[in-house]
């Protein structure tokens, strides 16, 4: 059984209907990543999944339970998390606030969990009572993970994390990433550094126009070559049409 199954999900804003039957799966343990051009919903599946979008119809199950119809603190609660692609820490709030809001749903002590986050990520722990808006793009993205990381989930939704960092960030991010996964998380991507993403993924899939358009393990997804062309800025190797006939 996967950890997480969406099958024929439809949703959408309004009059508007976005999602058109998106089926994907998370397997415990997995790292998976989604790709696809700008618009085609992959913010909008994430935000499904999480409850922070109506489920028009088609199902999202969590570690075998429905949660398609649940509002989003109780599926934060039962361990599927979410970072969403921006405004994702409270600027004005310091890195403990943030982590004290991340913990909201939590009813036990979280003192541990957040000593835990302080630990794993000494940026933050350095200095907790800095304000978010003081940090920088890549302090902030690990400060909303950690936020997420504070209801100790099972799985991870992280909407773009390397978005408009430097190179060097996207490499220590995605290094984070890895490091979470390894620590028993898994987690579901959606990522425009689509080959580094990729490279570390179990499996991806590309998503266009709302629907479902390829899915396989991840390093068949880099060896593909419309992937390539369309998705990865141009193919690592001569495509065919290069080659000498
Ligand atoms: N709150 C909203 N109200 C109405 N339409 C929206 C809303 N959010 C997104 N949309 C529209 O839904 C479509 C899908 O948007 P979505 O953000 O899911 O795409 P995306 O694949 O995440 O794009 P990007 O790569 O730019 O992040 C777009 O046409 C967008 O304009
Ligand atoms: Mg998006």
Do not use: W
């Not at 409850?51 to 999202?60: A, K, N, Q, T």
């Not at 997804?221 to 141009?234: C, I, K, P, T």
């Amino acid at each position: 059984m996967a950890l997480l199954e969406v099958s024929n999900l439809v949703a959408g804003y309004g009059e508007t209907e976005i999602l058109h039957g998106v089926s994907i799966s998370v397997d415990e343990g997995e790292i998976v990543t989604i790709i696809g051009p700008n618009g085609c919903g992959k913010s909008t599946l994430m935000k499904a999944v999480v409850g922070l979008v109506d489920v028009r119809s088609g199902r999202v199950t969590f570690s075998g339970a429905d949660v398609s119809a649940l509002p989003p603190q109780r599926i934060a609660r039962s361990g599927l998390c979410y970072v969403p692609q921006t405004d994702n820490v409270f600027p004005s709030l310091t890195i403990r606030e943030n982590l004290e809001m991340g913990a909201f749903v939590r009813n036990d002590d979280f003192s541990e969990r957040m000593d835990e986050m302080f630990d794993m990520f000494p940026d933050l722990g350095s200095r907790p009572s800095l304000r978010a808006g003081s940090l920088s793009g890549g302090q902030r993205q690990m400060l909303a993970i950690a936020r997420a990381l504070m209801l100790d989930p099972v799985l991870l939704l992280l909407d773009e994390p390397s978005a408009g960092l430097s190179p060097g960030m996207v490499g220590s991010v995605f290094e984070r990433i890895r490091g979470i996964n390894r620590a028993g998380v898994s987690l579901l991507l959606v990522e425009q550094n689509a080959r580094q993403a990729l490279s570390m993924s179990d499996r991806g899939y590309v998503l266009s126009s709302g629907e479902n358009r390829l899915e396989d393990e991840g390093q068949a997804l880099l060896d593909n070559a419309e992937v390539a062309r369309l998705y990865l800025g141009g193919s690592r190797d001569r495509t065919e049409s290069d080659s000498p006939k």
